[in-house]
């Protein structure tokens, strides 16, 4: 892990204008909350060895460097991390996709767990995807990660559908989805 992974970069701006603006300013201001000694910055290349070091400890080596070097070189794929001093603690990636958000990976250290970073990560992805024009959000998860489900629930994921055998260990994932931004407040389709 890099001695410093360079200074904490402040959340994206929230657009100046639109539809989207009053969406992305609210998970901007719950990041924004963070206890004083995190710092929420977007993920960059240079922090490589930080992202594995958590993916070690958070989900059991999930992914390989390379994997890493692409989530986090893409421009279409934003990633926020959450430093506490040097150390990466939390993180959430994903991939735009035309005007769809396919969240990759949402992570915690497991010390820094059930604090609530998990929920501001995510709304940060999430107003970061709107400020950038996504409308709709979609992620899997595994079908037996029940704290995971509860936190996409509460962000107003639903299921829509079931991908057999989609991990590794064979386990099965469900495909969940929601509308961000202008859909999410009018309900249109």
């Known amino acids: ?39 929420l910055g977007p993920l960059t290349p240079a922090d490589l060895e930080a992202c594995l070091a958590l993916d070690t400890s958070a989900l059991g080596g999930l992914w390989s460097a390379q994997q890493w070097h692409t989530e986090l070189a893409a421009a279409e794929r934003p ?18 996709v035309v005007d769809e958000l396919h969240i990759t990976v949402v992570a915690v250290h497991p010390a820094h767990r059930r604090g609530g970073l998990g929920r501001l990560l995510l709304e940060a992805l999430l107003a970061e995807a709107v400020g950038r ?5 979609t992620l899997e998860v595994a079908a037996d990660n029940g704290a ?6 509460a962000l107003g994921f639903q299921t829509a559908g079931v991908r057999r055998r989609y991990y590794r260990n064979g386990q099965d994932a469900l495909i969940q989805w929601r509308r961000i931004g202008q859909e999410a407040s009018s309900g249109d389709p």
């Open 133 to 137: 024009g996504a409308h709709h959000a």
């Open 1 to 39: 892990m890099p001695s410093e992974p360079g200074p904490p970069a402040q959340p994206a701006a929230t657009p100046a204008h639109g539809p989207a603006r009053d969406a992305a300013a609210e998970g901007l201001a719950r990041a924004a909350s963070a206890p004083s000694s995190l710092q």
């Open 148 to 153: 995971a489900q509860a936190l996409y629930g």
């Open 79 to 96: 990633g926020l991390g959450l430093w506490q001093g040097p150390g990466l603690v939390g993180l959430a990636c994903g991939w735009l």
